[in-house]
């Protein structure tokens, strides 16, 4: 791992606020220094072994020139993540690992922030991976934008031939719905964004992330902050590299819990409804109502599922033009991977017990 950017003692002066106490004038990069945010970046994983040496990389090469801490919060991972992680931590100081018993995403999180000494929180995930000016040009957005939140496009990425299809998928409006952090390249309010950069006492003052959710802990945490006054940001050069599922059946189990985690997240917080939110829920009703109705001979039950097929033809055939990826041609096992999941998610599984936690790391 990379070696600390600053000094000890620029760093030690940055914490506190305050220049140190030198008989010399100080220079103009030490007082500049001195202005910016200790920076902690967060992260709860779980059987990431695959990724997470990559995605420590990328954090620990950033170009930021304040302190900068990562704290990893690990849920008992089974699959060797935590040997690295200890590994990396006694290659660079700037590393700090505790404990997640509880094992979820949200409850990982809240113990990494009470761990973490930055006035700057950069949430990271086991599959993601930072530009090297990611944390600067967020800091700098959050104080020219007075937002509580600033965040920017979830950029999916892969490497197998499935991976590939899956993140075309997840990059695809048609295929992974309209939300801006997926598709926009204008900068401004937004109900949510992908990952987040925080101001520590408006999270804070809001009571951080809600341990109770499995999934959606980002859009329902961003809508607690929106209403309680505080500005969510989008900014699209806060692109982060995202390596999504490399399997059907993980991405089956991901977006099942995406669904009915999402049930949860909207049935405590009704006014945080999206349309686009319910475009899975339909197309699983519209199915089942035409399967009924080709049962009981019903004029027309094929129009739900000839739709259905015509979208995805079409997103086939686009996006293999448009990406010149022959990976591409998997879309038409890829999006009902995702569609109907979501949808059954939302409608029929229920939530609770441990069971509901998922292996993020899972392939």
């Not at 940055?14 to 970046?41: D, N, Y």
């Not at 991976?129 to 965040?151: I, K, M, Q, S, W």
């Not at 009915?260 to 699983?284: D, E, I, S, T």
Request: net charge positive.
């Amino acid at each position: 791992m990379g070696a600390p950017s600053i000094s000890p003692g620029c760093a030690a002066s940055i914490r506190t606020g305050t220049l140190r106490q030198s008989p010399a004038v100080p220079t103009q990069k030490e007082v500049r220094l001195s202005e910016l945010p200790h920076v902690s970046v967060v992260m709860a994983v779980r059987n990431e072994a695959a990724h997470i040496e990559t995605t420590l990389q990328a954090v620990l090469d950033q170009d930021y020139e304040g302190r900068l801490e990562v704290v990893v919060a690990d849920g008992r991972s089974t699959d060797g993540t935590l040997a690295i992680l200890r590994r990396c931590a006694s290659e660079d100081s700037r590393l700090k690992l505790v404990d997640n018993p509880e094992l979820g995403v949200a409850a990982g999180l809240n113990r990494a922030i009470d761990a973490a000494a930055g006035r700057v929180l950069v949430r990271c995930d086991g599959h993601a991976e930072f530009a090297p000016d990611y944390v600067r040009l967020a800091v700098g957005l959050l104080e020219e934008t007075g937002a509580a939140n600033v965040g920017g496009k979830q950029d999916a990425a892969g490497t197998s031939t499935l991976q590939r299809a899956i993140a075309i998928a997840m990059n695809s409006p048609a295929a992974a719905g309209t939300a801006r952090f997926r598709h926009s390249s204008q900068a401004g309010p937004a109900d949510t964004v992908y990952l987040g950069v925080f101001d520590r006492r408006a999270l804070e003052e809001v009571g951080g992330f809600d341990p109770t959710l499995v999934r959606n802990q980002d859009f329902e945490l961003n809508h607690r902050l929106r209403k309680s006054g505080n500005l969510v940001w989008f900014d699209p050069r806060l692109a982060v590299t995202y390596h999504p599922r490399s399997s059907l059946r993980a991405l089956w189990r991901q977006y099942l819990d995406y669904g009915r985690w999402k049930r949860v997240m909207l049935l405590r917080n009704p006014g945080a409804l999206a349309a686009r939110q319910l475009a899975a829920p339909a197309l699983v009703i519209g199915l089942i109502g035409a399967a009924i109705g080709a049962g009981i001979g019903v004029p027309f039950w094929w129009i739900p599922p000839a739709g259905y097929g015509m979208l995805i033809a079409v997103t086939t055939l686009w996006e293999t033009i448009r990406r010149r990826d022959r990976a591409a041609w998997l879309l038409p096992a890829v999006m009902p991977a995702m569609h109907l999941a979501w949808g059954i998610g939302f409608l029929f599984v229920p939530t609770g017990g441990r069971l509901a936690i998922p292996v993020e790391g899972s392939s």
